[in-house]
């Protein structure tokens, strides 16, 4: 079955620019997280969506991170004038319906993000 | 958050048991302990959790100290797809639906 999908796998940007990273969680999952990992690291929080509502976003370390999911399926995770800093993987999960009392989550491949 | 400390890295034999502990001294009533893994280049994958009690499924089983301070995750029969890195989670009861916090983990290498 369609696990959860993101795109690009990798991405280079120059530093400066912009890049926005997709993701697309199992189809009627209504939990949406972002991870960043360094690497040799563990993932870290950054984001998380219920339906279309960001719910949590104190993860993200700096406004120049941003992320959506305008009709509660598809999420874009946006940086902006990107530093080399931001090189990691960016890992999106996404879970089943609340009402279970525990959500395991679904791991995508990840984007691995290279800012030069 | 009760924190997780697990060691950086363990060797196994193929088709040997490996036992993967994490200690979790600060652990509250509460907290369920679960466990995921993530093999190379790919993104972490549910393992198992447990409260109180021992737990076995397809993939490993867990045992749980009694004072719950501690874990261990089994694999019965180490293979070579086993090699990955094995991360301890503590959850609250009132957050089983939100983020995940990771640590390092145990990064698992099996030699045929």
């Known amino acids: 079955g369609a696990g959860v999908s993101q795109s690009p796998r990798y991405k280079v940007a120059k530093r400066g620019q912009d890049v926005a990273l997709r993701c697309d969680p199992i189809?009627?999952?209504?939990?949406l997280f972002w991870y960043q990992q360094a690497l040799g690291q563990g993932p870290e929080f950054l984001t998380y969506?219920?339906?279309?509502?960001?719910?949590?976003k104190s993860g993200l370390p700096s406004d120049r991170f941003f992320a959506e999911r305008p009709e509660g399926s598809v999420s874009t995770l946006k940086i902006q004038r990107t530093q080399q800093e931001d090189s990691a993987v960016y890992l999106c999960?996404?879970?089943?319906?609340?009402?279970?009392?525990?959500?395991?989550?679904?791991f995508g491949p990840g984007t691995r993000l290279t800012v030069l | 958050d009760a924190k997780t400390t697990q060691p950086n890295s363990m060797e196994s034999n193929e088709e040997e048991p490996v036992h993967l502990p994490c200690n979790h001294s600060t652990i509250s009533g509460t907290d369920y302990i679960h466990w995921y893994r993530q093999l190379p280049s790919q993104g972490p994958e549910y393992v198992i959790h447990g409260l109180t009690s021992n737990v076995n499924n397809r993939m490993a089983s867990l045992a749980i100290a009694e004072d719950r301070k501690s874990s261990t995750l089994i694999l019965h029969r180490a293979t070579l797809r086993d090699a990955a890195v094995y991360y301890c989670i503590l959850r609250p009861l009132y957050n089983q639906g939100g983020k995940l916090i990771f640590g390092q983990g145990t990064e698992l290498s099996v030699k045929p």
């Open positions: 969506f219920q339906n279309e509502a960001q719910l949590d």
């Open positions: 189809s009627g999952h209504v939990s």
């Open positions: 999960a996404s879970s089943a319906p609340p009402g279970g009392f525990y959500n395991e989550q679904f």
